[in-house]
Nanobody, 128 residues
Framework: QSRIAESGGGSVQPGGSLRLSCAAS????????IGWFRQAPGKEREGVSC?????????YYSDSVKGRFTISRNNAKNTVYLQMSSLEPEDTAVYYC????????????????????WGQGTQVTVSS
């Protein structure tokens, strides 16, 4: 049975760092583009970052996180990471990873439309 699960969330002070993990089981994560999304209370879901399949040579970041967040893969662990640095209170949200329904594409998007397989989310709270 295919499954993806996020971990690594928590509470951190402004300026701090966290690394989120998106671990897959039941399928090879590298075959698909993976996106990270977040949703803050009372706000719409926002695409944060994505990494393409087939080696992850393509990455993309929203303007709100560019330069602060880094997405990467570890194929041996079947896991995608989101390294978050210089965190701000505005980054507080539930973070989700998701799998693009289209395999073997060397592209990715932070538009949630193509993603049909989602994790349960992990809470990130940035507060002093």
């Amino acid at each position: 049975q295919s499954r993806i699960a996020e971990s690594g969330g928590g509470s951190v002070q402004p300026g701090g760092s966290l690394r989120l993990s998106c671990a897959a089981s039941g399928f090879t994560l590298d075959s698909f583009a993976i996106g990270w999304f977040r949703q803050a209370p009372g706000k719409e879901r926002e695409g944060v970052s994505c990494i393409s399949g087939r080696g992850g040579s393509v990455t993309y970041y929203s303007d709100s996180v560019k330069g602060r967040f880094t997405i990467s893969r570890n194929n041996a662990k079947n896991t995608v990471y989101l390294q978050m640095s210089s965190l701000e209170p505005e980054d507080t949200a539930v973070y989700y990873c998701a799998r693009d329904r289209r395999p073997y594409l060397n592209i990715c998007t932070i538009d949630g439309g193509p993603y049909n397989f989602w994790g349960q989310g992990t809470q990130v709270t940035v507060s002093s």
